[in-house]
């Protein structure tokens, strides 16, 4: 029996990815007023995101280190935006061979059901790997075996960090797919066992990168509210151009995320467009 992927597999996980990679090379904030005669602008290359006065000035070097603030959140936040991403896949598979398992513990299924249950649950569990296996972020993946270290990123001026806990979700997945379900007392042995496991795992992983992207967005709106202060005290410089581009940013990531998604809700993406516009510099 074939199995839909389309809202469990890892599929979604690399539209994800792929969506935000690319609109991360969007102009988010620019900080020069277009109003400007043309000679005192930057050519496109040279743009930046202060104004054009002279580089000894304290806020240049102010607004650069707050640049630089938001450029290490907005890459933790990507990254663990894609590991939520890929650990609520998981969790939608997990429903999948829950229901199965259920199923599998009627003692009068019949022979030929059984094998085809046990099938899908195999299957299942080999596509819950391949989600987490495309949960990485440039190179730093969250929710597989291969780092085994939080993330931790300089969060404000002081030098204070925020940490994405680093989660394993693999060694369940990996039990549920060596199961033996040729009897009704395995598929229940099953459900209270390595499914349980499993359930528990994700569930963790799911509600800790929820909690730990949220942190880095509000630091991530602390810094933009920072920015927007300082650009205030220079006058060639528009500074409704930073919530406003940021905003319409975030409103475009998400309303092509959920059209790519065919309407698949990650809450992260459409409850912190704050997360979500510091994931462009």
């Known amino acids: ?62 607004q650069q280190q707050l640049d630089d603030l938001r450029q290490g959140l907005s890459d933790a936040s990507a990254t663990a935006t894609v ?80 940490t994405i806990r680093d989660q394993n979700l693999r060694p369940a997945l ?5 199961l033996n379900l040729d009897t009704a007392e395995s598929a229940q042995a099953a459900l209270g066992g390595a499914f349980e496991e499993a359930r528990t795992v994700t569930d963790t992983a799911v509600r800790q990168l ?5 942190r880095v967005g509000d630091r991530i709106a602390a810094v933009q509210d920072q920015q927007i202060d300082l650009a205030a005290t220079d006058e060639g410089v528009d500074t409704r151009l930073d ?12 309303t092509q995320l959920q059209a790519a998604l065919d309407g698949e809700n990650f809450g992260v993406v459409n409850q912190r467009p704050a997360t979500l516009s510091g994931l462009f510099r």
């Open 83 to 162: 590991a939520l991403a890929g650990a609520q896949s998981v969790s939608g598979t997990l429903d999948e061979i829950g229901s199965r398992l259920r199923e599998l513990s009627d003692e009068g299924l019949s022979a030929e059901r059984r094998a085809t249950l046990a099938g899908e649950v195999q299957q299942l569990a080999r596509q819950g790997l391949e989600a987490i296996e495309q949960s990485s972020f440039n190179g730093v993946n969250l929710i597989d075996d291969q780092r085994d270290e939080d993330l931790e990123v300089v969060a404000d001026r002081e030098g204070a960090t925020e």
């Open 243 to 254: 919530a406003e581009g940021a905003q319409s940013t975030a409103e475009q990531l998400s």
């Open 1 to 62: 029996m074939a199995i839909d992927s389309s809202g469990s597999g890892s599929g979604t996980v690399s539209i994800l990815r792929d969506t935000i990679t690319s609109l991360r090379g969007l102009d988010t904030i620019n900080r020069i007023n277009p109003t400007a005669p043309d000679q005192d602008r930057p050519a496109p290359e040279d743009t930046v995101r202060i104004s054009d006065s002279a580089t000894t000035d304290p806020r240049q070097a102010e």
């Open 210 to 214: 929820t909690e730990d992207t949220g």
């Open 174 to 178: 990996e039990n549920l797919q060596e």
